[in-house]
């Protein structure tokens, strides 16, 4: 096996056997959307939605919940401790590069939340009833934008903390002002002017609002995909210019 | 033509100078120890080597690679294993080795090597549930899995009780035998003497000898000490007045007499002469101890006294 296929399944075996990073980073977006599913009023036509219910608008906003979670409770967590722990000083003096190191990381953290994002889904329809996307290639590809800024952020948060201890204190910091602006406690629809004009800035709210498009059958907004390429690049490159090894 | 070349190496911290223009060349087959007191700069030396420290001096070739250059093969011929670097706390021995191997364009077999090295009832074992002895196999295990042809090993006995660390100098033995370079980082001198060739002494980031072990010694040669308890107080002068006799010194209710010569035959004789009986009588011969104080003008570190030589 090459040492970037290996890297993936040893990295992805160690994600598996710590239940509480598992819990929160995998099972906590799905377990949640159940919760929200079961309030009766979540599953109400709204009119001024045009007919969709509460729980049509959450399931993105659930769905980027659980790539957030991974990113910045996971992978920024993961990447510190190696580091604290000398772990990447080690795999410094094997001819392995990083880049292949962070390569498998991200391999595994994108398998590993697509799969989050097909229970979701699978939840959604099969319990609640949420239709499934209706563009399925652009719902693939906002998803994946939406991934790749948010494993950009978490890497990012990973190169500044000075320990890993640091890093989830960090990782909380950032994750809930993305949060709030993906419309967890106030929906996108409900946002004023400013507010959304924010939000559709933010990671999450560009991404919640390309899930949201794509869901019913529409291509993403132009500024959306900007958006998202646009963390993308700038976290991603600020992580590579801040990695350290030790 | 030599396998590692050092050449006035320097190494900084801030306004620190942890490495001060060391020099050394370490010939293939070679297991070559590099020996001081905490804080010598052993480390931060061999770190240099590793190509994970990057010099401020001097330049460093390892198999005809410019160690600071960051060129790939470097680490594809050179094996390390660090002082301090841990593995992830659930990986286990199996998928570490595993893993590893798979970082080399020709890895040795690991199943082999885990055997040599008494891992094989571990091998489902995570990381955080090995012994230390354990765990340090394991580091120079995944130091060989490489098939390197230089192995840095940094105090990879500190830690391991008397017997784990003979079963280690075997193993150390073993590895050379197939044809590896060692390079040695230790501040045992027991260690030093036991395994290497030959012998980098530092002190305060300079390179303050470099010979045998037998060599190093043989600088101080002629000194030994003679320790005894005497059964009835006994005048220093008595001693002192032996031609033989260059110190005695009162340790607890013992007395070590240092001197040249035929040392024991002097004192007992003398002692003899006042009826005083040797009890505990001990010869000690010099040892790189010895050598290394000479060197230095101080010993090693305090650990290290239990680990000297005794006739
Ligand atoms: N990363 C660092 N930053 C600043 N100073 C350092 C660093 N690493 C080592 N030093 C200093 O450099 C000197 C040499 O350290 P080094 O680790 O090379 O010693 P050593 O001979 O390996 O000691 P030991 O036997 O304790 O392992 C010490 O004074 C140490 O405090
Ligand atoms: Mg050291």
């Known amino acids: 096996m090459s040492a970037l296929s290996r890297l993936t399944v040893t990295e992805t075996r160690l994600f598996l056997r ?25 599953r109400e036509p709204v009119p001024e939605l045009g007919g969709l219910r509460m729980i049509d608008i ?43 190191l962070i390569g498998a990381q991200l391999l595994m ?14 939840i959604g329809r099969l319990a609640f009833d949420v239709r499934l996307p209706g563009q399925l290639t652009a719902y693939l590809i906002a998803y994946l934008l939406v991934a790749l800024a948010m494993f ?20 909380s910091l950032v ?71 030790e | 033509m030599a396998i590692i070349e050092v050449d006035g190496l320097v190494k900084r911290y801030g306004g620190h100078t942890a490495v001060d223009g060391v020099s050394f060349a370490v010939e293939p ?31 460093i070739r390892v198999c005809g690679i410019d160690a600071q250059s960051g060129d790939g093969e470097l680490r594809q011929v050179l094996g390390a294993q660090l002082q301090e670097s841990e593995l992830p706390d659930k990986l286990r021995v199996g998928e570490a080795m595993e893993l590893y191997s798979s970082f080399y364009r020709d890895p040795a077999d690991w199943r082999e090597l885990i055997e040599t090295l008494h891992l094989t009832g571990k091998l ?117 007045a032996l031609p033989e006799v260059s110190s005695v010194e009162r340790a607890g209710s013992q007395l070590v007499v240092t001197g040249t010569g035929n040392l024991l035959l002097a004192v007992t004789t003398a002692l003899a002469r006042e009826q005083i009986v040797a009890g505990d009588l001990r010869v000690e011969q010099t040892t790189l101890d010895d050598a290394f104080v000479a060197l230095t003008g101080r010993r090693i570190d305090a650990t290290n006294s239990a680990g000297s030589e005794e006739i």
């Open chain 2, 29 to 59: 087959g070679e297991i070559f120890g590099i020996l001081g007191p905490n804080g010598a700069g052993k480390t931060t030396t061999v770190e240099c080597i590793e190509g994970l420290r990057r010099a401020d001096g001097g330049s």
């Open chain 1, 18 to 42: 710590e239940p509480i990073v598992v819990f929160f980073a995998v099972a906590f977006a799905p377990i949640l959307l159940i919760v929200l599913g079961l309030i009766p009023s979540m």
């Open chain 1, 175 to 245: 994750f809930f002002p993305l949060i709030f602006f993906a419309g967890l406690w106030l929906p996108r629809e409900a946002m004023s002017g400013t507010l959304r004009t924010i939000s559709d800035l933010t990671p999450l709210g560009a991404g919640v609002q390309s899930l949201q498009d794509a869901t019913a059958g529409q291509w993403p907004q132009p500024l959306h995909l900007a958006v998202l390429l646009a963390w993308t690049v700038v976290a991603g490159g600020l992580a590579a210019r801040y990695f350290r090894w």
């Open chain 2, 124 to 240: 489902n074992a995570p990381f955080r549930k090995l012994s230390g002895g354990q765990k340090q196999r394991l580091s120079i295990a995944l130091a060989l899995v490489g098939n390197p042809r230089v192995a840095v090993l940094d105090e990879v006995t500190t830690g391991l009780d008397p017997q784990a660390r003979r079963d280690a100098w075997d193993l150390i033995e073993r590895i050379r035998d197939r044809g590896v370079t060692i390079l040695l980082v230790t501040h045992f001198m027991e260690e030093a003497e036991r395994l290497c060739d030959r012998l980098a002494v530092i002190d305060a980031g300079r390179l303050v000898a470099l010979d045998t072990p037998a060599g190093l010694v043989a600088r101080v040669d002629g000194r030994q000490r003679v320790r005894f308890r005497p059964s009835a107080p006994l005048e220093h002068a008595v001693l002192t």
């Open chain 1, 152 to 171: 950009a952020i978490g890497l990012l948060v990973a190169a500044l903390a000075p320990s890993s201890k640091s890093a989830s204190a960090i990782g």
């Open chain 1, 58 to 100: 959450y399931l993105p906003i659930v769905v980027s919940m659980g790539i957030a979670l991974f990113s910045l409770s996971g992978l920024s967590q993961l990447f510190a401790s190696y580091r604290e722990k000398g772990v990447l000083r080690r795999l410094r003096t094997t001819p392995v590069r990083p880049v292949v």
């Open chain 1, 109 to 122: 953290a994108t398998i590993m939340s697509v799969l989050t994002m097909l229970v979701i889904l699978a």
